[in-house]
């Protein structure tokens, strides 16, 4: 059986701590289903900063660029905010994007029935939601020329750029309509044709490549602005989102409490086919470092687990182990089981990180 190749960088915050729930995972599949892991770990943003000086060194891309899928914990936090902007621990994050070439960001949101009620919205806006927005991740206004901040006359401007070719925007067009193949048909694209250029051929590019190439599927134009009050008026109206960088960014925090907590939203980021025929691939919660609960053993570890579910069916083929380990999830959810940031109307006393990673192991064992 081949052995999947699998880099780990748990970062900054609670990365390290929910990432230490992902390495008992991964160990139980090794112990209990054969699954043969080559496992190595290495340090990204303000961890790797404080070792090497740069939030990415070249040795750790390269490891990247080789590895079956890399596993992303989190990265940023208070101590690196006063950082030159070129050393920013976010910036290592968006170096391994950029440079492995990650277009397609698949960000699902799922809401879990027994967390239904824990959404700041109505259990019958939300109970059954399974959506996924897909965000254009190399390009846009996190990467377009010119940027900076300059001085012009007396004041300083702040400059960034929305650009957006259409071979980008076709790849991820592309990857949109193969996803909604494999669901429901349905794809929503949102930008903001209405007053930008970029969004004008972003709206043009989707809709070509809807006619040429995937006439089958739906497809519809939404305003952005519009689909963020969409979402929270009434999600499920969705399948497929696809959306470019900047939006797809907000529109997926925003998703995220749509399923009780940001502590739950995975996301895997794709690009092209290596020479194993699976996409390069970095599988990274969509939450952040959360300063504010780092080191206090409080931190949600399942959008980290669940991040490296989708390593299981995207990247390694294993397909069936994904599934026994969402079905964990979902079991220790319904059987109650909650981290602080899960403490709905009924209330409760909230597990540690620590004690999720016991019940999701338990839950597997029982499977
Ligand atoms: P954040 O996602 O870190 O936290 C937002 C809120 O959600 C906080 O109240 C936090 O406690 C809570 N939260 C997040 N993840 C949680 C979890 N797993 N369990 C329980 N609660 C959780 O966003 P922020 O506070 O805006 O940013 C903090 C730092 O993280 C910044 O430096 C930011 O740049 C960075 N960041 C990194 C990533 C990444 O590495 N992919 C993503 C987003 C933000
Ligand atoms: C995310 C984060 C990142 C982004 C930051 C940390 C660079 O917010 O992954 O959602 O803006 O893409
Ligand atoms: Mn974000």
């Not at 109505?122 to 897909?134: M, N, Y």
Request: with cysteine; hydrophobic share 45%; aromatic share 6%.
């Amino acid at each position: 059986m081949a052995t999947h190749s699998l880099l780990i960088l748990p970062g900054d915050g609670i990365g390290p701590e929910v990432m230490a729930e992902v390495r008992r995972v991964i160990d139980w599949f090794a112990a209990n289903k054969g699954i043969a892991f080559d496992v190595s770990e290495d340090l990204v943003g303000g961890a790797a900063y404080d070792a090497h000086g740069t939030p990415l060194t070249d040795e750790t891309l390269a490891k990247a660029q080789e590895v079956d899928a890399v596993l992303l914990g989190a990265v940023g936090g208070p101590k690196y905010d006063n950082l030159d902007f070129s050393v920013k621990p976010e910036r290592g994050l968006l170096r391994l994007r950029k440079e492995m070439d990650l277009f397609s960001n698949l960000r699902p949101a799922q809401c879990f029935d027994a967390l239904a009620d824990f959404s700041s919205l109505k259990r019958d806006v939300v109970a059954g939601l399974d959506i996924v927005i897909v965000r254009e991740l190399t390009s846009g206004v996190y990467f377009g020329e010119p940027r900076g901040i300059h001085k012009e006359g007396n004041e300083r401007v702040g400059i960034n750029t929305q650009r957006y070719t259409e071979s980008e925007i076709a790849r991820v067009a592309r990857s949109a309509f193969e996803l909604a193949k494999k669901r429901s048909n349905k794809v929503c694209s949102m930008e903001k044709a209405n007053v930008m250029e970029s969004g004008i051929l972003w709206r043009d590019v989707v809709q070509e490549i809807h006619d040429t190439e995937y006439p089958e599927v739906e497809l519809t134009h939404m305003y952005a602005d519009n689909g963020a009050m969409q979402l929270v008026r009434a999600p499920k109206q969705f399948d497929v989102i696809v959306t470019d960088n900047l939006f797809g960014d907000v529109l997926s925090d925003c998703a995220a409490m749509l399923t009780g907590s940001l502590g739950m939203l995975p996301s895997a980021s794709l690009g092209l086919p290596m020479a194993n025929g699976k996409p390069k691939a970095m599988y990274e919660p969509v939450h952040g470092s959360a300063p504010d609960i780092a080191g206090q053993g409080k931190a949600n570890p399942i959008a980290c687990i669940l991040s490296f579910a989708m390593a299981l069916r995207y990247s390694f083929d294993e397909g069936e182990a994904a599934d026994l380990l969402e079905g964990a999830v979902e079991k220790v959810l319904a059987d109650g089981v909650r981290t602080a940031d899960l403490m709905g109307p009924e209330g409760g006393t909230p597990v540690s990180t620590t004690e999720m990673g016991d019940a999701i192991l338990a839950a597997l064992d029982a499977a």
